[in-house]
């Protein structure tokens, strides 16, 4: 089992991470400030031995909002309620705006070698809003994980917005310049 803190650049907000690899298992804790809403979530998500996501929930502490996805592996979603969700087919990875962790799952899955990049449709959870979307971002290797770690540019191509982030020798991120460090 793996631990990992970060907490958002600004300082206002945590997250415990908790992981196992082979097959990609994690559930976590985060504390969070979104245009001046604070929030209490929990997520878990798990992977198959391929490193895709099949299964991902997201909720609320109170109970008043949270959500349940499942993929086949292949693309195909469906809700907590197993109804089908054809907007996010062809999405192996997901994305929770909350936590830096998610960015590892392509990472991981792709094992991309220096200078190879890849475009990618992800299923994206906005929190605190809960809503789910399928949008299009960009890995591409800058250093290949190594026994030190390795560095990747983040780029979506959804909202523009690019990062450079490092990340540890399992694929996690390290920090995420001006948005989250790690405290570990």
């Known amino acids: 089992m793996n631990d990992v803190l970060w907490e958002p650049a600004d300082g206002a907000g945590l997250e415990h991470l908790r992981y196992e690899t082979g097959p990609l298992s994690a559930d976590s804790v985060v504390l969070g400030v979104d245009e001046g809403d604070r929030f209490r979530i929990r997520y878990a998500l798990d992977c198959d031995a391929d490193g895709r996501v099949r299964s991902v929930s997201v909720e609320s502490f109170d109970g008043e909002a949270g959500l349940e996805l499942a993929a086949d592996g292949e693309g195909r979603w469906t809700d907590g ?29 792709l094992n991309l070698a220096s200078g190879e990049s890849a475009t990618l449709s992800m299923v994206y959870v906005s929190v605190p809003a809960f809503e789910v979307s399928a949008v299009q971002q960009r890995y591409t290797c800058l250093d290949p994980v190594d026994a030190d770690g390795g560095r990747f540019r983040y780029e979506s191509l ?12 399992e694929g996690v991120v390290r920090d995420y310049p001006d948005l989250f460090r790690r405290t570990d």
């Open 81 to 109: 309620d197993g109804a089908p969700i054809p907007e996010l087919d062809g999405c192996l990875d997901a994305d929770i705006s909350a936590t830096p962790f998610t960015n590892a799952l392509p990472i991981r899955r």
């Open 158 to 169: 959804t909202s523009g917005f690019s990062a450079e982030i490092p990340v540890d020798s």
